[in-house]
């Protein structure tokens, strides 16, 4: 398959639900984590991360509903697998089972289940479930982003490709900028280069809200058009990404790199993403 070509039309019914059904289990097992009244064990990663009990159900959940469909799996809170290993793959799954741990131990509900199709180190699939919230975000590339309200974890999730998109809204919800802009900046990772970006905006925009938000759903936000720009200047991961630009990209939306503004590549030798800045679909300035 070259890169710019997509799914067929056998390969999206089946694997759209699929990733749908998954984030919808894992979203179950988080959120009974979650709601314990006795807590939960928090460890640290190697780099000095968090990592909770819901990270791994949340992990084992996906990778054993999605090994029916014999498509290789990349996962924040998998092994971790050298690129000799991966290098050669045209499709694989790219995950984050609960992204925003922080925000998970904090308790401020900003979590949500990451869930993209790479195919040729590009996302054409883009699944972002926030669990607390009963929302899902769902994209397959060249056919639109959309969002389901009052859709409620399920550990038996089992949904056709025809129930996924029933009663769902096409997004962008808004298509002019919002007056006052609004900036969405991250609640757990502010630091000076974000501060100078943000400034740096606000010179052209002084009356600009300042928006802190957690987790992917600011890819969400920015693909409804609630959000208008967001910049990250502190690390990165693929699975972070990947199911958020997809979602932001069909609906006219941008993900770039800085201070290059070049475009993001999947399943680089580091995983590592660059620094980067999204606008929303409305905002171009």
Same mark, same amino acid.
């Given at each position: 398959?070259?890169?710019g070509?997509?799914?067929? !039309? ?13 984030a919808l ?7 009974e ?19 909770t009990e819901a990270?791994?159900? !949340? ?17 924040e ?12 793959w ?11 741990t ?20 590009r996302?054409?699939?883009g ?9 899902i975000y ?5 056919h ?12 038996? !999730? ?7 998109f ?9 298509k002019?900028p919002n ?7 991250s609640?757990?990772?502010?630091n000076?280069?974000?501060q100078?970006?943000v400034?740096?905006?606000?010179a ?14 600011k ?18 991961y693929?699975?972070d ?15 770039k790199?800085?201070?290059?503004l ?16 999204c606008r929303?679909? !409305?905002?171009?300035?």
């Amino acid at each position: 398959m070259e890169d710019g070509k997509y799914l067929n !039309a056998a390969q999206r019914e089946y694997l759209v639900p699929k990733a749908y059904n998954a984030a919808l289990r894992a979203g179950a097992a988080i959120l009974e984590i979650y709601r314990r009244k006795d807590g939960y064990d928090i460890d640290l990663k190697r780099d000095q991360t968090p990592i909770t009990e819901a990270d791994k159900r !949340a992990h084992a959940v996906i990778k054993e509903y999605l090994g029916s469909t014999h498509v290789p799996l990349l996962s924040e809170e998998g092994r971790e697998m050298r690129f000799d290993e991966r290098r050669d793959w045209d499709m694989f799954w790219l995950v984050d089972p609960l992204d925003g741990t922080k925000e998970f131990i904090k308790g401020n509900n900003e979590f949500t289940v990451n869930i993209a199709l790479v195919v040729n180190n590009r996302p054409v699939v883009g699944i972002i479930f926030v669990p607390y919230f009963n929302k899902i975000y769902v994209c397959e590339k060249g056919h639109g982003s959309f969002v389901k309200n009052n859709v409620a974890p399920d550990p038996s !999730a089992e949904f056709t490709y025809q129930e996924v998109f029933a009663g769902a809204a096409e997004l962008p919800l808004r298509k002019e900028p919002n007056s006052p802009l609004r900036i969405a900046v991250s609640r757990s990772h502010k630091n000076a280069q974000t501060q100078e970006y943000v400034d740096r905006l606000r010179a052209q925009f002084p009356d600009a809200v300042v928006v802190e938000q957690g987790s992917s759903y600011k890819f969400c936000l920015l693909a409804e058009g609630d959000i208008d720009y967001y910049v990250r200047t502190s690390p990165t991961y693929e699975w972070d990404t990947a199911a958020g630009e997809i979602i932001l990209s069909d609906t006219g939306g941008t993900t770039k790199s800085l201070p290059d503004l070049s475009k993001f590549s999947y399943n680089k030798e580091s995983l590592l993403n660059p620094f980067f800045e999204c606008r929303s679909g !409305a905002f171009h300035t």
